[in-house]
């Protein structure tokens, strides 16, 4: 017998926040299959993303101290990481958190139904959902479509389940340390988690397609971090990894560079090279959905799909993988399923993001290079932290600010920011260009503390050579 509901959401990420009091006039279903090795209900970020990894990366900072103690005159010394003690205080607060989602989203509101299962489109806003005990199938009036994105993995001999690799999912639940970690990738998680094993004592090796590691970010700051990176961890840039074999204990990792052909031992392999959206497991082709030619679900700017009553928002559907700007689109879903005579649009003109590594990056518009390869007219700055007087508190010789904006308006187009509390320095900026300040506007028209971090801020904004 089919189901039919008012509205139906997949996914219980950004997904699950849609529904509140004022859908309770409204039958809903949502349907969540589980991410991770516990198949946790509340998405990617609560359970295997942004908030584990956070407060991993918390812990491994200060597992740094001493490192920065001795620059300072401090003498510390770590004399250990408990690893089964952080890992279970971090997911001794997660997982209740996963637990009492469901619960609430099972018992907790009439007018709700949760299925825990896999859905799938069988037609337009025509489910076939199976959830452990049946198979049904779910029609709805509309639909929300906020099923996520999983780990990429490359096709690459050997590397298939067998070989016992890792990927974000499962490698913040690890048994215990290995000594030896080898990470595949070398965007934002390779960034992440280089920085949380190696801090708590383990060797750190990163296999790079490219020259430099982040390379989306400003040419400056990939180029920094990289400098600071092989410091720190064995980075192989211009690697091609070309087949992995296990013997005994140890993975084998054939590789192929600069200097030909060499094979790396390693105890760990954590797979990082990108996310792919989940439209195929929700089979979205059969719901009459148009895809981009990388798999997300097309949307337009009120999130709409070109299926009239389907939605789509998140991971599934945009260019951007990150939270925040999961959240914005949930909101954009919400308020024009609540309003459908006066629908609101997403604002994808500022997104900003940040890298939790050390050191921090946050970034917000465009880089040097996005620039110049769109002709676009500008000046640029750059001011180290070590110019203003909290730098020279925190001994510090490699961070940087440097923004980009239009000779003519004063307008910022970009900022970046490489150092401690990057993603923390930045909001002033990202605020600037969300609410058009100019940078003269914004460097003179308002007090800044004295002697804070946002000094530099402050004289990178002086230092664009506007009219
Ligand atoms: C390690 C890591 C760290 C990250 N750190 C950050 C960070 O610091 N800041 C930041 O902004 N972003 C970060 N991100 C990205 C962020 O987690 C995602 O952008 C965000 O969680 C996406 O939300 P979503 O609602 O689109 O998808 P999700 O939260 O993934 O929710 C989708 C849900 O749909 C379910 N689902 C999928 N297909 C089906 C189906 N067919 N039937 C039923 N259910 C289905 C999934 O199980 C999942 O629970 C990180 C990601 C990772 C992996
Ligand atoms: N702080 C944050 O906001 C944060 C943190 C973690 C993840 N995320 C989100 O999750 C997404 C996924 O993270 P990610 O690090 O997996 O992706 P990513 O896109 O940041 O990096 C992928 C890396 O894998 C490399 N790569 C791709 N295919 C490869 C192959 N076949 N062999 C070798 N290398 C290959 C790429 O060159 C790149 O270095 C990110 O794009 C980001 O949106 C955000």
Redesign the pocket.
Known sequence: MDHHFDLVI??????NSIVDGRFADRKVAI?????GPQAA?????LN???IP??MFVHTADTARAPQHGAVLGVDLTLRGADWPAIRDRIFGRIDPLASGGERYRATGSDNVTLYR????FVGERRLAVETAEEAVTITADQVVV????R?VIPDVPGLDQALGYHT?DSVMRMDRLPRRMTILGSG??AA?LAHVFSALGVEITVIARGGVLLRHEDAAVARRFTELARERWDVRPHRKLLRATRDADTLLLDLEGPQGAETLRTDELLVATG?RP?SD??DAAAGGLALHADGRIAVDERQATSVPGVWA????S?PW??????NHE?RTVQHNLLHPDDPRTSDHRYVP??V?SSPKIAAVGMTEQEAQAAGRDYVTSAREYSGVAYGWAMEDTTSFVKLLADPGTGELIGAHIIGPEAPTLIQPLIQAMSFGLDARSMAKGQYWIHPAMPEVVENALLDLPLG
């Open positions: 997949i996914g219980s990420g950004s997904g349907v969540e299959k589980g991410v209900y509340g998405g990617t970020c295997v993303g942004c990894t956070k299962g896999t859905a799938r906020a099923a996520g994105s780990p974000s934002f998680i992440e996310r989940n497991l929700v928002l998140g991971d599934v945009s993988q990150l939270k925040h700007v999961a949930a993001h940040a939790f």
